[in-house]
């Protein structure tokens, strides 16, 4: 019998296709055929092979097998990513292509709220300076030789995630770019803590958060209009792990990742992550700048069900990040021999902190298997995770991994709490195995 999967990199990035409308299954005869069966027992028909557990697969849940396609697009030397829009440019990576334990720069998404300045595509930082003012003492204007020469360097793999990362498996789906897996990266940054450049400038009593600024072009092209102005609390800001950082993987920071200067808040979304950085605002009030208000980065105060019009004074920023895990050896899809032990591995991160734990399944969540996990590099560096599962017999499989953090929260087996722009989405991530 022929096999009817395609195991090409042309399969979805590795994810669970819950939530997903009806419209985004309607490319394949097969994906009809499930949306019109009611019993599990077609699954195997329409795959071609026996699915040993299929008696443990969810109601609701399509096997990702089934899922959309999706295409590659290369851009500014990115090999492999997904464009998800072009302007502004928003390309995520295939977790197959995360198995790096410190992101090269081919492989890291890309999210711009705006367009990339000429001083960034020219490299140029002559002339640069960072202000920091507000609410402290001795207001500062720092060149980049300064930031250098005056604060001890750092060097320090930190996790970027974008905070609408797993959007696409909300159901009532949200507006935004539709990010499955792959907006998220742990690159090296290296620069000075930004706890060391405030408390330079002596943060006053009245600090409550900061306002970061940025050079990036609004899409009008209107100079005056600002892209995004995003902040965090100013106990947040004086944690040491924040960073002030020139390079990414030893090179100054490439231009798509905020040439010459951005900020890298770990465990907070990537927005707070300001590129082209220019100016740090101290506030004595919550920071209003562009993208903190509305429903920009917020979430409803408390739980809704999913579809619900939240009142904008219902929402709360969106602060720390969930704990997440993803697969990204073997690729989804992948064949292997039954009753051999395969390994699978992958990388686990939170938002506030360490990772306790990592758990994988190969029987759609009935029982699971602890992972070998690594310690991190730093705080706030993904931890890598192992696992050698073997597939009891021929068929289709999924393997499931799920991610438990410091204080004992773990993934969910399906999309939590539904918000009006998807965010926070840490649904337990899935590829799909062959035994053949």
């Known amino acids: 019998m022929s096999d009817p999967i395609d195991t090409k990199q042309t399969f979805c990035p590795p994810a669970a296709t819950e939530g997903r409308e009806a419209s ?8 009809r055929a499930f949306l019109k069966t009611t019993g599990l027992s077609a699954l195997g028909a329409m795959i071609g092979m026996t699915i040993p557990f299929e008696r443990n697969l969810p109601a609701g849940l399509i096997p990702v097998a089934l899922a959309q396609d999706s295409g590659e697009e290369l851009m500014g030397g990115k090999q492999g990513l997904t464009l998800l829009s072009d302007r502004p440019l928003n390309v995520e990576t295939p977790a197959h292509l995360l198995d790096d334990d410190v992101t090269p720069y081919e492989r890291m998404f890309v999210r711009m709220n705006g367009l990339v300045p000429q001083t960034a595509l020219d490299m140029n930082a002559e002339g640069w300076t960072l202000v920091i003012d507000g609410e402290v003492d001795t207001p500062l204007e720092l060149t980049i030789d300064e930031l250098k020469s005056r604060f001890e360097n750092v060097t320090r793999p930190l996790v970027i995630e974008c905070g609408g990362n797993g959007r696409a498996f909300f159901q009532p789906g949200t507006s935004g770019n539709q990010w499955t897996t792959g907006a998220v990266g742990c690159p090296e940054w290296t620069g000075v803590r930004l706890a060391d450049v405030l408390n330079a400038a002596g943060v006053k009593d009245t600090a409550v958060y900061t306002g970061h600024y940025g050079n990036d072009v609004h899409l009008s092209g209107d100079d005056e209009q600002e892209v995004i102005s995003r902040g965090v609390p100013i ?14 993987n030893g090179q100054p920071v490439p231009a798509l990742h905020g040439f010459p200067l951005r900020l890298v808040i770990p465990g907070y979304p990537g927005s707070v992550a300001q590129k082209y950085l220019t100016r740090i605002a101290v506030r004595n009030q919550v920071h209003d700048g562009e993208k903190m208000g ?8 408390y ?7 939240v009142p904008e004074e219902d929402m709360e920023i969106l602060t720390e990040m969930p704990v997440k895990s993803l697969i990204t050896f073997p690729e989804t899809g992948a064949s292997v021999t039954p009753g051999q032990a395969s390994e699978v591995r992958g990388h686990a991160w939170a938002g506030n902190g360490d ?11 009935q029982t699971w298997t602890e992972a070998q996990l690594d310690p991190p590099p730093n705080r706030f560096a993904w931890q890598r995770w192992r696992a050698n599962v073997t597939l009891p017999q021929h068929g289709y499989y999924e393997v499931w991994a799920r991610a438990t953090d410091m204080n004992g929260v773990s993934q969910p087996p399906v999309s939590p709490g539904w918000n009006p722009r998807g965010y926070g989405n840490n649904i337990q991530h899935r590829i799909a195995l062959i035994a053949a």
């Open 24 to 31: 985004d299954l309607q490319t394949s005869p097969a994906r």
């Open 235 to 248: 106990e947040k800001a004086l944690e040491e792990d924040g960073i002030i950082a020139w390079a990414m």
């Open 294 to 301: 509305g429903y920009s980065y917020r979430l409803p105060a």
């Open 303 to 309: 739980p809704v069900a999913p579809g619900t019009e």
């Open 355 to 365: 990772v306790q734990a990592v758990h994988v399944s190969i029987d759609f969540g």
